[in-house]
């Protein structure tokens, strides 16, 4: 690895390591969302709350070298784009998610 590339490695860590509380935070968004579905109590404000989350998930999640994530949070993107989501797969799809970026958990 060269200088360069050393030094970019190590920006997009520090970026991670300060971006990660926003992270968990859509997560948990993404969580109150399927949860919400679950009970058949998904109101339009936290579904579009829960999308625009995984719309700024799939955005970021790539520049951190999290493709899968991106991918995962993309469908959910979408899933929420419906008038009512199905809410096993949005709890597969959030729980895929979570795997995918934090593998060791």
Do not use: C
């Not at 968990?24 to 109150?32: G, N, S």
């Not at 949860?35 to 999640?61: N, P, Q, V």
């Not at 899968?68 to 469908?75: D, K, L, Q, S």
């Amino acid at each position: 690895m060269t200088g360069a590339e050393q030094k970019t490695a190590k920006l997009l860590a520090a970026l991670w390591v300060k971006n990660l509380p926003l992270v968990k935070e859509r997560l948990t968004m993404l969580d109150r969302a399927a949860e919400a579905a679950a009970a058949a109590h998904l109101d339009e404000a936290l579904r579009e709350a829960a999308a625009g989350g995984a719309h700024k998930l799939a955005g970021s999640l790539g520049m951190y070298g999290y493709d899968e994530g991106t991918r995962i949070a993309r469908e959910l993107e979408v899933t929420l784009g419906a008038a009512n989501p199905d809410a096993a797969r949005l709890s597969g799809l959030i729980a895929g998610l979570r795997a995918a970026i934090f593998p060791s958990a």
